[in-house]
């Protein structure tokens, strides 16, 4: 028996969401979940020569048998369905008959797309003055003025590895090992973003990519900014000797100018409270007597 095949070894590329179909001696990345079948054409044999396939675990299937998503056709055709990474292997077909012996073979390989650790979106770190803020690529932040801001790319599953690139608010782009003014990303993919103030404010992208797709994840930025505020109360006299206006220092949100907790300021110097002003220090008018 003698099977048709390639002269040569040849590697096909993987086809996302389709199926492939090759000869023996020819060998496939496919996609994970994908459907593969390796054709078995005999060009020669007689008698008719008995056909099996050693998979890459080592079970072996004979025409109109099948294992789980492993079948052969009665052509000799292996089939392989839904495809996982464990599928690695060598496929060898065997034809036997009275005058001899022939095997075919084919080199799978399965690939799997990149895929980013999920984080519930609305999973926000507390804000904490003094310290740098850690996020993971799914997950959205709100994060002090001039603190530093670390974006982990943090892909859990892909064959072969992703190449990371980021995508920062502005429309610029950014890989690893590169750095844009206070922008830089680790060769580990991670998103460094230095001093944060609110023009840094937006959504970061994070894309992966290898030879089996790609995929996304967000990171939506919000810079919020607290400072110390003197306030200057009312008189506490009309008039007289006594009439100061009390000071209060407290810790306001630039933005929507209301108080927060002084913990807030807690990375800023608090100013010294001033001494209450005088104020109003003028005679009072003498009482309004009525003669009688």
């Not at 310290?131 to 599953?157: F, H, S």
């Not at 023009?199 to 919020?224: F, H, I, L, Q």
């Not at 000071?247 to 409270?273: M, W, Y």
């Amino acid at each position: 028996p003698q099977f048709r095949s390639r002269d040569s070894p040849v590697q096909t590329e993987p086809i996302p969401d389709e199926s492939q179909t090759i000869e023996l001696n020819q060998n496939v990345s496919i996609v994970t979940g994908n459907r593969l079948t390796i054709d078995a054409v005999l060009t020669q044999g007689r008698p008719d020569p008995t056909i099996s396939w050693t998979l890459a675990d080592g079970s072996m299937l004979s025409p109109d048998e099948r294992s789980g998503r492993f079948r052969v056709f009665p052509n000799g055709t292996l089939e392989i369905r839904d495809a996982l990474p464990g599928d690695d292997g060598s496929y060898v077909v065997t034809a036997s008959n009275a005058a001899g012996t022939a095997t075919g073979q084919s080199q799978v390989t399965v690939l799997q797309p990149p895929v980013f650790k999920k984080v519930d979106p609305l999973d926000q770190p507390p804000i904490i003055p003094d310290q740098d803020y850690v996020v993971d690529a799914t997950q959205n932040v709100t994060i002090l003025d001039g603190k530093r801001l670390l974006i982990n790319a943090d892909v859990v599953t892909t064959k072969p590895d992703a190449m990371i690139s980021w995508e920062l608010p502005d429309g610029s782009t950014l890989s690893p090992g590169q750095t844009l003014d206070r922008f830089s990303v680790y060769p580990n993919g991670t998103l460094q973003v230095t001093d944060i103030d609110s023009a840094d404010e937006g959504t970061y992208t994070a894309t992966a990519t290898n030879r089996a797709g790609s995929a996304t994840a967000t990171t939506k930025v919000d810079v919020v900014k607290y400072s110390w505020q003197i306030i200057v109360g009312s008189c506490t006299h009309t008039c007289g000797d006594e009439g100061t206006k009390p000071t209060l220092i407290i810790c306001r949100n630039d933005e929507t100018f209301q108080s927060v907790a002084e913990v807030n300021c807690g990375h800023i110097v608090k100013p010294t409270q001033p001494p209450p002003e005088e104020c109003n220090r003028v005679p009072c008018p003498a009482p309004d007597r009525k003669s009688g």
